[in-house]
């Protein structure tokens, strides 16, 4: 039974930090790609970043530095470091997975201008940013 279980949300003040992160098992790819997603309150879910297998990073948008996906691959656990947290942060983050390819990252793990297919998810941790 594959399960994505995520923790480490919660609730911070502006210029916080909180440190998300996906415990995956259960899939039976060779090789993977996992993924961060952002459902803010009354917005469709946004990609935000991903990793595959072989320690390739992809984010979605401009980081400024706020975002560091990275992973314990012995574990296969994905970690999602934010700083200095702003309200438009907020939302319920989601860990996904996918199978990854990596002698064609770009197509199977890169989120910058691709529209990525998941197959599994999990259930979501709320992270919720006050000014």
């Known amino acids: 039974q594959v399960q994505l279980v995520e923790s480490g949300g919660g609730s911070v003040q502006a210029g916080g930090s909180l440190r998300l992160s996906c415990a995956a098992s259960g899939y039976t790819y060779s090789s993977d790609c996992m993924g961060w997603f952002r459902r803010a309150p009354g917005k469709a879910r946004e990609v935000v970043a991903a990793m595959s297998s072989d320690g390739r990073t992809s984010y979605a948008g401009p980081r400024s530095g706020r975002l560091t996906v990275s992973r314990e691959h012995a574990k296969n656990i994905l970690h999602l470091q934010m700083n200095n947290l702003q309200p438009e942060d907020t939302g319920v983050y989601y860990c996904?997975?996918?199978?990854?390819?990596?002698?064609?990252?770009?197509?199977?793990?890169?989120?910058?201008?691709?529209?990525?297919?998941?197959?599994?998810w999990g259930q979501g941790t709320q992270a919720t940013v006050s000014s």
């Open positions: 996904a997975a996918r199978p990854g390819d990596p002698s064609n990252w770009r197509l199977t793990c890169s989120v910058v201008g691709e529209d990525l297919q998941f197959d599994y």
